[in-house]
């Protein structure tokens, strides 16, 4: 299971505003994230604006929020339940009006949670006519980084990294201490479906958000 640490980040910004909106490439996760980060409701509600031309309808001459969640209500394939519900405006670079709704959710429905995700270069090409600004949070995704990586890939291996010493995992290495097989730096190899020419191909594109640059080290040795 992949869990993105952006989950948690989520859950910070909807306690200070009802609206998020989600920016970044194409193809790095903002879509999985927030259908993971759905889960934790009790109905989820989903709108892709380029897959569904016509959704964007909804939100024309829309008079109010009251109004949009009665609209949304009758395509939604679940039900809108106060406190207990998540929407989600997918490819919203496609419809700047619902970007601009996130504004009458936080002043009038704020009893639901809205996350309005689309690439960053379509948003700003998009050209949308107003902003919400200081009505909704902004959040940059960004690719999976090498704690989520190895978070995913072993997570063993994650826990005893983050619960032991630097000092004492790099005495260990020094002295050649054997670890437990199970987390054994030659056993990071598995990690890349058991091929060293993936694994070096990780090493060379892994994000430098790196807690630990020994277990680098380490990795790169035990992949040439």
Sequence with gaps: MVKRWAEERLNELLKVRRGVNLTGARQVGKTFIIREFGKQYKSFVEINFLENKAAKSLFENAKNSEDLLLRISAVANAPLIPGNTLIFFDEVQECSEALNSLKYFNEEANEYHII???????????????????????????????????????????????????????????????????????????????????????????SKKIKMPELLALFQEYSI
Excluded: C, Q, W
């Design 116 to 206: 309005a995700a689309g690439s960053l270069l379509g948003t700003l090409l998009a050209e949308p006519k107003s902003y919400p600004v200081g009505k909704v949070n902004l959040m940059d995704i960004y690719p999976m980084d090498f704690d989520e990586f190895l978070n995913a890939a072993e997570p063993s291996l994650y826990k005893y990294l983050e619960e032991t010493n630097p000092e004492e995992i790099m005495g260990n290495y020094s002295t050649k201490k054997e670890l437990r097989k199970s987390l054994h730096p030659i056993n990071l190899k598995s990690i890349a479906n058991g091929t060293e020419k993936r694994t070096t191909l990780v090493i060379k594109n892994i």
